[in-house]
């Protein structure tokens, strides 16, 4: 490609505000700001290998790609690649080129396993995870609840036969409130139900410190909107609403209750509660996201009324 060079990422402001550019062109219905990115670079596990890469035409950026470890699913010779190319500089052969510059920036690493996302509509990003070799891992829906319109009236009663088996439901906000360690039980509690969340390796809990960082300390907290159960003081379930770069669109992190906490309809009355908080906070809407044979958490989605999107398919490549 003319004139196309690729140089390490900078961490400056400027390259921070270009690149983001890119990538929200690029994916104009996920919006990512700055203060997200700089929160992502700023908690990064240091076991974690990590590299941004950007691609300029005529000292303009057009492009940046990068590889990371999984934290989540750690394993030292595992890796996730990322590829965006501006929408005006599309079908130029630059993701290409990008992927390969990343490729043998990652050799000295020995990797046996890559992994990438795209949505099923996006054909040029699946077509070239496709030509390298990359197969479908794993499929997650993405679903919407237009807020406003939402009826509970079906559900009328439910949260009562839930309180009536001695839980309540607080905040985090309430939590924190309370004083004391809240951190610890809280989690001891996630990263318990986060064993169970569908995932293709098996799932690598945090330490401590680095939760309380990434999870507690990130900019889009909403205590008020992160609803815990809690029964004889113990956390048997949670389900999170965080804020995102549009003011009225919030998105459901985890709901998930423990293993001897099921069946008990606490989940749905965890969303219950999420779903009126929105409609008093006036959001437009709550954006989730599941694996697709997640039915026992999709089962309680479609019932709400969330409605599904295009698929997001996980692709891997073993080497």
Known sequence: MHNLQFRPFSFSDADYEAVI??????????IETVEDWHHWDQTRPAHCVF???????????????????????????????DVFTHPAHQSCGIAGQLYEHLLGRLAPYNPILLRAEAREDHRAAIHLLQKHGYTEEMRFWESRLAVAPFDPSPWEGHT???????????????????????????????????????????????????????????????????????????????????????PDVLYTGLTATRRDYRRKGIALALKLRAVAFAQQRGAREIRTGNETRNRPMLSINEALGFVKQPVWVSYARQL
């Open 160 to 246: 009562a036969k839930v309180l009536a088996q001695g839980i309540t439901i607080i905040t985090l906000r309430d939590l924190m409130d309370r004083g004391g360690d809240y951190r610890t039980p809280l989690y001891e509690a996630i990263t318990e139900m986060a064993r169970d969340v569908p995932s293709p390796d098996p799932y690598t809990p945090p330490g401590f410190e680095q939760w309380a960082k990434t999870h507690l300390g990130h900019p889009n907290l909403l205590p008020e909107g992160y609803f815990i159960a809690l029964h004889e003081g113990r956390i048997a379930g949670v389900s999170q609403l965080w804020l995102g770069a549009e």
């Open 51 to 81: 590299e941004r890469w950007v691609a300029e035409r005529e000292g303009q950026i057009v492009a940046y790609g990068s590889f990371s470890h999984m934290s989540g699913m750690f394993h030292p010779q595992k890796f996730y690649l």
């Open 21 to 30: 550019a890119v990538r929200n062109a690029a994916l104009p219905d996920y």
